[in-house]
């Protein structure tokens, strides 16, 4: 797993991620919406559509960090 670190640590490094240094590697729901100025009902149908990837833990839904980075690279996300 040594190279799985290096990796994290070279992806900790990036510019982006500065953006986001206080928020949590797994965002909730209202976390991650609040980021992203949409709303919680927004940010559900962007998870039901497959532009967001959401991880479940027992009944939680939680947003890796990763893809606040995605979407800001890619210039946001189509809610349509």
Same mark, same amino acid.
């Given at each position: 797993? &040594?190279?799985? $670190?290096?990796? *994290?640590? #070279?992806?900790? $490094?990036? &510019?982006?991620? #500065?953006?986001?240094? /206080?928020? &949590? =590697?797994?965002?909730?729901? @209202? $976390?991650? @919406? @609040? !980021?992203? /100025? +949409? !709303?919680?009902? !927004?940010? =559900?149908?962007? +998870?039901?559509? /497959?532009?967001?990837?959401? *991880?479940? +833990? %027992?009944? $939680? *839904?939680?947003? &890796?960090?990763?893809?606040? *980075?995605? +979407?800001?690279? #890619? /210039? %946001?996300? =189509?809610?349509?």
């Amino acid at each position: 797993m &040594p190279e799985l $670190q290096l990796v *994290v640590d #070279e992806f900790r $490094q990036l &510019p982006e991620m #500065e953006l986001f240094a /206080g928020v &949590p =590697d797994l965002c909730s729901r @209202a $976390q991650f @919406a @609040a !980021t992203l /100025g +949409i !709303t919680c009902r !927004t940010l =559900d149908r962007l +998870i039901k559509g /497959g532009k967001v990837k959401a *991880v479940r +833990i %027992g009944r $939680q *839904v939680r947003i &890796p960090k990763t893809e606040l *980075v995605r +979407i800001v690279r #890619e /210039g %946001g996300t =189509d809610a349509r």
